[in-house]
Each structure stands twice: as C-alpha cells, then as structure tokens.
T-cell receptor
Framework: DAGVIQSPRHEVTEMGQEVTLRCKPISGHNSLFWYRQTMMRGLELLIYFNNNVPIDDSGMPEDRFSAKMPNASFSTLKIQPSEPRDSAVYFC???????????FGEGSRLTVL | GQQVMQIPQYQHVQEGEDFTTYCNSSTTLSNIQWYKQRPGGHPVFLIQLVKSGEVKKQKRLTFQFGEAKKNSSLHITATQTTDVGTYFCAGPDFGNEKLTFGTGTRLTIIP
C-alpha cells in the first residue's frame, strides 16, 4: 500500500486566498483525522471522520476552516480566507479503527504571507 | 478538556547514555500510544499499551503504562544517533475516540 497520500506537500499563498489540502487515506481504513502542527501548539486534532461522517470538529479553530470527506478514499481541508497564523504543517492520518494506530501522511506545509 | 503533558520538553544526551520521557494525562486513558517523529518527518507509530501496569519492550526501548492508566513512560537504553527525533505519547480518554497527543520530548544525541 502507498500509505496516506497528501497534497500539496508545500503551499505558499497570500493572506486572504483560499487554500485546499487533500488527503487519500489507506484503503480499508474507516477513520480519518486532520491534525495541525506548530512549534507553539504542538499537534492539534482539528477534525475526525468515521465511515466518512464527521464525528468531532471541535478542534477546528474558526469558521474559516472546513473539512469534507465525500467518499472513503478522499478528504479535503479548506481554509477560506487564509491568514498568516494558519501557517503550519497539516497532517492527515487514517486508522482501521477509532482510537487505533494512526498512519500519518507526510504532511502539507502551509505558509501564508 | 483532556490534556496530555510530557517531560522533559528537550533532552540532549551523549551517545550511549540512557533516555527517559514521561507522559501524564489529566484523565484516565483507555490506551496509550507512542509515536516518533524524525526532524522534518511525520509521526510514526511505535507501540500501543492497553492494560494497567503493562510493560512492553522493543529492543532498546521499554514502554510502561501506569497502574492508574493516567501516565506512561518510554525509556531508551544506550541511545544511538538513529534515536534522534521527537517522541509523542497519545491517548484517548474513556468514552472518547479522540487521540490527544502529548507535548512531545525532543531528543538530540551528541556523538
């Protein structure tokens, strides 16, 4: 298996622009998680899905953030409009069962100027 | 909400010395997981502990889950340069599937 695939790996954009991050989980995994990592706040859980249904989005910082999982093999995290404080590495992870071992993608490094 | 703290935040050791990181949760955990993140990389799963007081070993790494299931430790014997990275504990509290990550301990090795 190719593992969790994220794109883009790097994104540099200007404040106010829309950013869309993409994730393809491991086939057969039922749960998908979006994390954000910064030096100041560490690894923060933004939202997670189980069987394509959002279960908990309490970690989503603001209404500017939204996430979707239209099918079992694809998820997006959208930021609109983006702000400099959104600069971080965004990780997607999947697992076979909730609270089980997480498999992380390589991350998307976002820089908002 | 649930908080998971790790100490120390940073640890610098001479190659060959031992290393220990401690993880403490504000709530009782159903299980504890440990991950390693190499510089510039992504977190990689190391192990999961489920039972109270459980101890597991992986070569030079020893993992322990506390009796109250609120704390854990990772001990590395005779560190090597390949051990460099940040070690995270993570756990869901009971009744919740959210995996909350600890603050991490960054290990650097002095050759």
């Amino acid at each position: 298996d190719a593992g969790v695939i994220q794109s883009p790996r790097h994104e540099v954009t200007e404040m106010g622009q829309e950013v869309t991050l993409r994730c393809k989980p491991i086939s057969g995994h039922n749960s998908l998680f979006w994390y954000r990592q910064t030096m100041m706040r560490g690894l923060e859980l933004l939202i997670y899905f189980n069987n394509n249904v959002p279960i908990d989005d309490s970690g989503m910082p603001e209404d500017r953030f939204s996430a979707k999982m239209p099918n079992a093999s694809f998820s997006t995290l959208k930021i609109q409009p983006s702000e400099p404080r959104d600069s971080a590495v965004y990780f997607c992870a999947s697992s076979f069962v909730l609270a089980g071992e997480l498999f992380f993608g390589e991350g998307s490094r976002l820089t908002v100027l | 909400g649930q908080q998971v703290m790790q100490i120390p935040q940073y640890q610098h050791v001479q190659e060959g010395e031992d290393f220990t990181t401690y993880c403490n949760s504000s709530t009782t955990l159903s299980n504890i997981q440990w991950y390693k993140q190499r510089p510039g990389g992504h977190p990689v799963f190391l192990i999961q502990l489920v039972k109270s007081g459980e101890v597991k070993k992986q070569k030079r790494l020893t993992f322990q889950f506390g009796e109250a299931k609120k704390n854990s430790s990772l001990h590395i014997t005779a560190t090597q340069t390949t051990d460099v990275g940040t070690y995270f504990c993570a756990g869901p509290d009971f009744g919740n599937e959210k995996l909350t990550f600890g603050t991490g301990t960054r290990l650097t090795i002095i050759p």
